[in-house]
């Protein structure tokens, strides 16, 4: 689904450059179609040079030239930036965050009687390759033609899922937190082939086309992951015995404890800054 108007970013942080670098290249969207709000005018200046988008200061601008907004604050400040362009907001906006932890209800609540629909989506940052994952969970009065609009700025840039908002802390715990522990495992297995003798760049080589080779298979989908396992592994040979190394340091169960504690941590993060916010809304 193309976009008839322009689509605006408040905050061009990583993710939001990730988003720009994805869609335009995926060609949805054309950088003079793209309106950014920063105040680092050395972000402004980067996204202005590398992608050829148009960069502001102030929000409002972007809110006044754009009806499709991506909010890509960091929480914190996520109340702030809405409540000084709460004037700007109207009945046509389609409001998308992707500010990790604030639930529908704060964001809605912070737009309320504007009119403004709110889509809270938890992405990651293989979309800056085109690979993200990403879900989505629509707020009230968001229309069929509002969740397409924000489905195909996702699925520009990987794929995406339309879940409940119950699930975004699990979404968050497994792809959103997963990169960094592929590329934990990543690191680890070049440094193995280090120690057992092969040069780094050699073994940097093969580890990161072992793992890109692996996931392909993976993704076509004609076998269980657990049966592409099998097919490695010959009884008594290499890759049984390094198994069984991994069973012994419990590498099955260390992965769902990073995911569950991710998405624990995740969900306390969310109360915390509601928490954070709602005693700001009392100082005022």
């Given at each position: 689904m193309?976009?008839s108007?322009?689509?605006g970013?408040?905050?061009?942080?990583?993710?939001a450059?990730a988003?720009?670098?994805?869609?335009?290249?995926a060609g949805?969207?054309k950088?003079?179609?793209i309106?950014?709000?920063?105040?680092?005018?050395?972000?402004?200046?980067?996204?202005?040079?590398?992608?050829?988008v148009?960069?502001?200061?102030?929000?409002?601008?972007?809110?006044?030239?754009?009806?499709?907004?991506?909010?890509?604050v960091?929480p914190?400040v996520?109340?702030?930036?809405l409540?000084?362009?709460?004037?700007a907001?109207?009945?046509?906006?389609?409001l998308i965050?992707?500010?990790?932890?604030?639930?529908?209800?704060?964001?809605e609540?912070?737009?309320?009687?504007?009119g403004?629909?709110?889509?809270?989506?938890?992405p990651?940052?293989?979309?800056?390759?085109?690979?993200g994952a990403s879900?989505?969970?629509?707020?009230?009065?968001?229309?069929?033609?509002?969740?397409?609009?924000?489905?195909?700025?996702?699925?520009a840039?990987g794929?995406?899922?339309?879940?409940d908002?119950?699930s975004?802390?699990?979404?968050t715990?497994?792809?959103?937190?997963?990169p960094?522990?592929v590329?934990?495992?990543?690191?680890?297995?070049?440094?193995?082939?280090?120690?057992?003798?092969?040069?780094?760049p050699?073994?940097?080589?093969?580890?990161?086309?072992?793992?890109?080779g692996?996931?392909?298979?993976?993704?076509?989908?004609?076998r269980?992951?657990?049966?592409?396992?099998?097919?490695?592994?010959s009884?008594g040979?290499?890759?049984?015995?390094?198994l069984h190394?991994?069973?012994?340091?419990a590498?099955?169960?260390?992965?769902?404890?990073?995911?569950?504690?991710?998405?624990?941590?995740?969900?306390?993060?969310?109360?915390?800054?509601?928490?954070?916010?709602?005693?700001?809304?009392?100082?005022?």
């Open positions: 193309g976009f108007g322009k689509l970013f408040v905050g061009g942080g990583l993710m450059e988003l720009i670098k994805g869609i335009t290249g949805l969207v950088a003079d179609q309106l950014v709000a920063d105040p680092s005018s050395a972000r402004r200046a980067l996204l202005q040079k590398d992608y050829n148009s960069a502001v200061s102030e929000a409002t601008a972007v809110w006044a030239q754009c009806k499709v907004v991506v909010l890509a960091k914190q996520v109340g702030a930036v409540c000084e362009s709460r004037e907001i109207n009945a046509t906006h389609l965050s992707i500010a990790a932890g604030i639930p529908l209800s704060v964001l609540g912070a737009v309320s009687g504007r403004c629909r709110v889509i809270r989506v938890m990651n940052t293989p979309a800056i390759v085109l690979k879900a989505l969970s629509p707020g009230q009065g968001v229309s069929p033609e509002d969740l397409a609009v924000a489905t195909s700025i996702f699925d840039v794929v995406s899922f339309v879940l908002e119950s975004l802390d699990a979404v715990g497994l792809s959103g937190s997963g960094a522990y590329f934990t495992f990543i690191e680890a297995l070049i440094d193995a082939g280090v120690k057992v003798g092969l040069a780094r050699v073994a940097q080589t093969l580890a990161l086309q072992t793992v890109l692996s996931v392909l298979l993976a993704l076509d989908g004609t269980h992951p657990a049966e592409l396992r099998a097919m490695v592994t009884p040979g290499t890759t049984i015995a390094g190394e991994l069973e012994k340091g590498f099955r169960a260390l992965v769902t404890n990073a995911v569950e504690a991710a998405t624990n941590r995740s969900s306390e993060l969310g109360r915390l800054v509601v928490s954070g916010l709602g005693k700001e809304s009392q100082q005022k």
